[in-house]
């Protein structure tokens, strides 16, 4: 029997200022984004970087949003992210200019 749950895909996580898993759909489940939100709680502008992979480091094919500007105290709400399905294994990869200056949180369904 298929299940549907709706869930908090990532807890508020600060992201680090390299290329990091912030999140891995299960193993037998499919995730869907349903809405991904980073938010600069600095007092300087940062960037922020983030895809969705299949575990490996991103690259240009696997790049969402690209070195996109946040000005201070910004809260980005991705339209990149939001509706992307990640089947088991998937995973989501993000970074920004300054370790932690970006908090990140992903809300959406998981399928099992």
Do not use: H, W
Not at 62 to 88: C, D, F, H, K, Q
Not at 94 to 105: D, E, I, N
Request: net charge neutral.
């Amino acid at each position: 029997m298929t299940t549907i749950t709706i869930v908090q895909l990532t807890a508020p996580t600060q992201l680090s200022n390299a290329d990091a898993t912030v999140y891995t759909a299960p193993t037998l489940s499919t995730a869907k984004i349903g809405r991904a939100v980073f938010t600069n709680t600095t007092a300087s502008a940062v960037t922020i970087t983030a895809g969705i992979t299949t575990g490996g480091a991103l690259a240009a094919g696997t790049t969402m949003i690209s070195a996109r500007n946040l000005a201070p105290g910004e809260a980005y709400v991705s339209p990149e992210l939001a509706g992307a399905v990640l089947p088991a294994g998937s995973v989501i990869r993000a970074y920004c200019s300054a370790a932690t200056s970006v908090t990140f949180t992903a809300s959406g369904l998981l399928v099992q």
